[in-house]
């Protein structure tokens, strides 16, 4: 009974990423709780619908999609957890649904730095390659090489491969994974454009936000030392709260990048177990 009322929901993670990403996460997390994977909107196995073209428009969409999941599962009170993409929707939802939420758990999460005023000046013929892509989704160019598109994507990401291969013994299965997740109706693509300000911004950056979350709720977040999503946020998000109810803790994992769930997945399964047991019994 204890065991059936602890329960985690993992988002999927980042940018064109499905729940299959977790295949080294799941099991050794699902040992103390249950687990419950989702796909968000426009990725992965789920529906591809149309967004609104509006920040606003797109946050709703999704957080209406996960609440929509929740009733249907039946669940009242869980963790939640995403990975960058699915971090700063996880977010989201947090903002307007804080009741449903015992704990939330952020992997590296995407959109909380906000964009300096002074920007890096850029060469010309780099600002004009960039305004030229940008009419198309991030993707674009792996649907567009057609069957020569797993060559490519195993070409231009190597490290996808290693970080799966020797745990799964298929150097293939997770780039073709992957590969098949991106090339369908790029929906989930238009909506993180949305919300995308440029140069990895978010347009409208959670850390502005932080301070609305329901002051009771803990936050934990646990970064990769080498990520370029700057561990500090979590620090910032820490200090905005200070002296709220909900405890804020920041976890660094030394030898991981962005990708802390692969990188080093016993350290990141540890760190996340250690995160659920705090708010659990």
């Known amino acids: 009974k204890q065991w059936y009322q602890r329960r985690v929901a993992i988002t999927a993670g980042g940018m064109g990423a499905g729940l299959g990403i977790w295949v080294m996460n799941i099991d050794a997390i699902a040992k103390h709780r249950q687990v419950y994977a989702l796909d968000l909107l426009g ?19 999704y957080v209406a999609s996960i609440e929509t999941w929740r009733k249907e599962m039946g669940l009242d009170k869980f963790i939640l957890m995403g990975h960058s993409f699915g971090g700063y929707l996880s977010m989201c939802y947090a903002l307007k649904h804080p009741e449903n939420i015992s704990h939330l758990i952020l992997a590296d999460p995407w959109g909380f730095t906000v964009r300096p005023e002074e920007q890096m000046e850029i060469p010309l013929r780099y600002k004009v390659i960039i305004k030229m892509l940008e009419p198309f989704n991030i993707f674009s160019g792996l649907r567009a090489a057609g069957p020569l598109g797993p060559k490519l994507l195993h070409k231009i990401r190597p490290d996808i491969k290693a970080k799966f291969a020797t745990r799964l013994g298929d150097e293939d299965a997770v780039p073709d994974y992957i590969y098949h997740c991106n090339v369908q109706h790029p929906s989930g693509e238009v909506a993180f454009k949305t919300l995308h ?7 409208n950056p959670m850390l502005l936000r932080a301070h609305e979350v329901e002051p009771t709720l803990p936050i934990s977040f646990i970064y990769g030392a080498k990520s370029w999503m700057e561990p500090l946020m979590g620090s910032k998000v820490k200090e905005i709260r200070r002296g709220m109810p909900g405890r804020v803790t920041v976890e660094l994992i ?3 990048g962005h990708h802390v769930y692969a990188d080093e997945p016993d350290e990141f ?6 995160a ?5 019994d």
């Open 254 to 256: 030394l030898k991981s």
């Open 197 to 203: 300000a440029g140069m990895g911004y978010a347009k």
């Open 276 to 280: 659920c047991r705090m708010y659990e």
């Open 269 to 274: 399964n540890e760190l996340v177990n250690r």
């Open 43 to 61: 990725f992965g196995r789920s529906s591809r619908p149309n967004f609104p073209d509006t920040i606003e428009g797109v946050e709703e969409q």
